[in-house]
Nanobody, 124 residues
Framework: QLHLVESGGGLVQPGGSLRLSCAAS????????IGWFRQAPGKEREGVSC????????NYADSMKGRFTISRDNSKKMVYLQMNSLKPEDTAVYYC?????????????????WGQGTQVTVSS
């Protein structure tokens, strides 16, 4: 059975950093592009970043460019999201999602499997 489990969330001060992890089990991660999404209270879920199967292609939402870095280790079945220079508006539940195939996508509907999410709170 396919599972995605996020970890690494927590409370951080503005300007701080967090590294989120997404652990995959029950399937061959190497065959899936992975996206990170987030959902703030009262808002729709939005795309944060995605990475293709090899890790050679990544993309980011405009507000995350230069602050967030996505990476993956297929041998460990892990995907990471390094988040720096965090802002209060980054507060949300962060989800990782898996999409069969090579190509990255920012569309929620393109993803087949979702984790349960990890809370990130940026506050002083």
């Amino acid at each position: 059975q396919l599972h995605l489990v996020e970890s690494g969330g927590g409370l951080v001060q503005p300007g701080g950093s967090l590294r989120l992890s997404c652990a995959a089990s029950g399937f061959a991660l190497v065959n899936y592009a992975i996206g990170w999404f987030r959902q703030a209270p009262g808002k729709e879920r939005e795309g944060v970043s995605c990475i293709n199967t090899s890790g050679a292609d990544t993309n980011y939402a405009d507000s995350m460019k230069g602050r967030f870095t996505i990476s993956r280790d297929n041998s460990k079945k892990m995907v990471y999201l390094q988040m720096n220079s965090l802002k209060p508006e980054d507060t949300a539940v962060y989800y990782c999602a898996a999409r069969w195939g090579f190509v990255c996508s920012s569309e929620l509907t393109a993803y087949d499997y979702w984790g349960q999410g990890t809370q990130v709170t940026v506050s002083s």
